[in-house]
Each structure stands twice: as C-alpha cells, then as structure tokens.
C-alpha cells in the first residue's frame, strides 16, 4: 500500500443525466485503488449541497489531494478549487476526471463505464504524483490603466477604463489626438457618436491626456508597471496596473507606385475604366487576405457615379459585416465583381496592366486593367510599441495578440493589451468592439481584486541547465531568461504554462507544474493498461 | 486497439468536449491526455505511448496560425515530424502517428479522425511491442 492520501469525488451527474449509468461499480472500482482513501458519490457537486458535501466528505477523509469525476474541467474547474480551498487543500490540489464529455456522452452505453474506469485511473496516477507549485494570489498594486494612441481608438478604451472607475493616463506621442478621418463611418450618428467620445475623455476627470509623450520602456509585472515616458520636459515615471495599447492604423488604397489613389469621380476624366483591386498584406507567400471595407466603398462611390466603369475586388475572402452588407449589396447591383482568390494574383505590364489570378469558380482569369490598386491597413508604429512592450509582430508586422477569439485583446505578455486591427476593422463600429475588449481585459485584471500568479509554470532544475538558449528563444512570452547563475531561469510571473520549454529542453532541466514529466508517462501508462 | 490521443488544452480540448455535448460517438479505444498545450508534446511522450503498446497515437491542437499559445502547434509538428521518422526507421510505421488541427468548435472532425487513426490501425496490424506484457 502506498502512503498516498487520495480522495474519488464521483459527481453523480458525471454520467450525464442521473441513471444514465450506475455509478456504484465506479466509485467502488475507484476506492479499491493503491493509495485511494475514500471514493464518494456526491449527489450534484456544482449545487452548494454538493459543494458541501464534497467539503466535508475532503475533510473527514484526511485526503491531501483529490479526483472529481465529473464534466469537462473546461466547466466547473474554478468551483473544484473553491471546494479544495474550503476543506483546507491547496487550491489547485486536484484533478479532472472527465467521464461525462469523454466517456459516457460519447460512448455506446455498455462502452461507457468501462472507460470511465480508465479515466478515474488516469486522473489518480496523475494525482498521485502532483506537487504544490509555486501559487500566490495577489493584489494588484495598482489601479490605473495607461493607454497608449493617438486618436479614435484609444479614446474609445480611455471611455470604457474611466467608466470603470479606473484612473487612465492617455500617452499620446503628437501634439493631440488625429481627427477620426481613417475610419469608416456608415452614416453621421456614427460620427457624432465618435466626436463625441474624443469631447467626452477629454473632460472626463479620470482621464489624463499627456501630448507629446512617448513611452521608453516598460518594466515591472501585471498590475504593477513602471513606464518610463519621454516629454519634452525630460524623462518620468508612470505607475500604472495595466497598459492597453490602441495605435492608429492607417487603411488606404494606393496605386501599385505607391500614390493615394484617385478621387473616384475623378476616374473617368483621368481616362480609367477598368479597375481591379487587390488586397493589401504581405506580397509574398499565399497571404493573400481580405477584401476590405475601405475597397468596398470606393466601388460603390466609383460605381455609382460613372456607369459602365468595370471594377473587380479580389481577396480571399469578403467580409461585409453588419452595415458593410448593404455597401456590397450597393455595389454588387451597380456591377462591381468580387473574385474568391486562394494565392496572390501576378500584375504585368505597366499601365495598363494584366491581371492574372486563379478564381476556383471561373478557373484562370486574365483581366485587362487601367488602374490597379492596392488596399492595405498598417499599423504605422507597431514596430516601436513592439521593442518597447517586448511584443512579437506577427506576419504582416502587426502587433500579435494571441487569439482573437478566445483571449480577445491579449498580448503574450499578461496585463499589455492590444486594440488590434485586422483588415477590415476600420469600421467605427468594429474598432469600438477591439477598443472595448481591450478595456474589458484591462479592467478585469485590476478589478478582480487578486490575481494569481502561478500555477501551471515551468520551472528549470539549475544543475541540468546546459545553458543552450534553447527556451530562451522559444518561450512565446519571454518568461525565460539566463539569470544571474549563468543557468536559465523562468519567470513565474510570466510563464503561462504553455510547456513547450519543457519537451524542448535537451537536458531535461525543466519540469512544469500540474502536467510533470512524470504526471503524463503516468498518465499514458494507466491509458494503455500498464501497473505503476 | 489502442489509440493514445495527446490533446491541447485549448482548440482540441474544445472540439472533444463539443463533440460530447453533442453526443457525436467515437470509438471507447481512443485514450486522451490532455495537454496544456500541443508544445508540451515531447517526442519521448510519444515513443513511450508505443512502448507500452499504442498502436497508434495522434496529437489534436489548435489549427495553424491561431494556436492559443502562440506557435505551440508549429512546434508540436516539428516533433511529431521527428518522431514519425524514428517510427518509420524502427519499423512501426510512421502512419500510425499524426497531429490533427482542430478548432474548439469543430467537434465534426473527432469522429473522423479517430476513425482514420483506427481504420489505420486495422491496415498496419496491431503494434508488435502490444504484445509484450
């Protein structure tokens, strides 16, 4: 027998539906495991009878740590912790077994228990091994929020922090906020609505505005960042918890020589009657992207104001949003031809121009063209807020957030938030929504009242360490550095627990919490039905 | 059969746990460990699953360029690359290995890929170490 202290919390809606199969056979098929001290059926362990249950089943077990059989740890992990602080257990001192979405919902009946049998085994062979990580919660020392831009955008953020309560610094570089020309306003309430805004933060009494300021550099940790600002009256120090940075982006349609294009009414005098335009993004590779609004428009006005002018919009694909579809409507009636491309169409000649790209519904196309232009969004000084924040630029040199859908507004590093733009976006409404998510992130890191630090983080063993540089290049988040020692060192205020270091690592010097080396050999050797 | 799936936490973990809410079956031969993210995949994970006699595995992650942590599934291909050449060159088989893209909210594409691992299986016969106690 083994001298561990585990506990089997089996919810009795882990099966699904109650009597969607026995669980008795499970929990005494789990308590009859090496180091198991108690197996428990707890009658709906997310209602509070079930919390408490579970609590006091923990308590009188004497476990040390525990196993809840139940749905997807997508779900329910935040009350899993609740309960293992409740009965006086590290927070994270437990593990999912999740026999509801990955047996019974998608097993034959008979199959079901079976496998979930093999999950429970899972989950205790992990939990056998787990070890306490390095896990604080804490406060955030500050309450402020800097917001770096110069214009719509970071008004925007700057309203939505300030309505919050937060304190906001906005740091604008130029000697005031740009006009709202860029964007794309559908009709005049929307372009009141954004003066108003500007008017609006700058009256606010939360809000500061510093012109002509640039940020230096930027250290410190979530919740408590120091940033050094250049004014003209010398260099200072800004304290603030969190920095969203909104830069302007800059979407124009532009001739394939670089100029502005022209004045769609000027078209037909400057003799241009066949027209094609491509999206912007990189010129190399298949990253051909979208059709954007900004080209939509310009189609319609052209279309509309010269009859029997031949325009094309290529792009991988058209996203006409909300009060877009009504501008593609608009242009479609009068003519205007969109073509799905899926890789970068050629352009010869010199004016006019060939046109050669593969459209899969008409197969090869070759179109003859006055005037070719290019519709491009850039975000002009992402390079500078890139070296300053330490943020990595993604393909098209746009500042990188990690996952628009799942971690809107996120950075790799954790409290620096970005209003990101993406083709297409200059549209008033679209730019509030990335302004907002942003704010939303920032606000929610201050006002949670703690934050954790911790957790599922890498930590490197000194003495393994070869000192290869090898998670130093790779971290995504620059948690991994050469420390003082001369060995690498990861810092947990950073590490997001990726993992990606570890299986690296050529000297196996680093080992992650909740998912060790030996925690996942364990894991597989349960799976396929070896002992310990 | 045994099939040994390593799952990133995020884009994964999301079509598997879709795939249950929504009842789609698959095949109860099918094993998961779930991964904080397909960058934690290390080729010995893998060796060791047809060790101790996989016979077959498949690392599910976010689909390219959208990986929750960055470019974690660009270095899960790497590895995956790498371990299906020691496969091949030991005999085993480099099919009996693949990483599959998933978005959290493609759970049509579970049953069909751990169809394919399966159907897989059946045309490279059982893995040889299986028998090994």
New interface residues.
Partial sequence: MSEDRIAVLICSWGAGEPGAFDLEPLRSFAASMDGVLTAQLIERMCSEKGQKDAVKGLRESGADRFVVAAC???TKSWLHRSIATAAGLHPLAFEVA?I????A????RD??P??SE?IIR?AVEKVRLWSEPPFEEEMPACRSVAVVGEGLTAALAARDLAAQGLETDIIVPGPGFASPSSYIFINRAQRESALKVMREVALHPLVRTHLHTKVRSCEGRPGDFELILEAEEGPRALECGAVVLAPEPCNELRGLDGSLAPEAEDLISLGMRRIVILPGGPSSGTGCSCMTPRGLLYALEAASMTPGIEIRLLGRELRALGSMEEVQHGAQRRGVRFHRIEAEPSVRGQGPYTVEFHDPLVGACSVPADLVLVDSVTVPRAGELASVFRL?LDEKGEL?S??SR??PGET?RRGIYVCRYRVGNMIYEDVALEAGAAASRASELLLRGAMEIGG?VAEVEAEKCSVCLGCVR?C?YSAARIGEAGKAVIDVELC?????C???CPSKAID?Y??G?AQ??A???A????SR | MRVVGFICGHGAEGAFDQAGERRIQYSPDVMLIMMPCAGRVDVLHILRAFREGADAAFVGCCLEGNCHHVYGNIEARKRVEQAQGILESVGLGARRLEIFHLASNQAWKVPQLTEEMLSRVQELGPNPLGARA
């Fill in positions: 997807s740890p997508k999740n509801r979405e990955g047996a919902y998608v097993h034959a199959l079901g079976r496998k093999v899972m990595p990188m990690i996952e799942l971690r790799v599922t790779l995504p997001q627990g990726c993992g990606s570890v299986s690296l992650i909740q998912y080396e996942i050999i894991q597989e050797r799976a396929l039905g070896r």
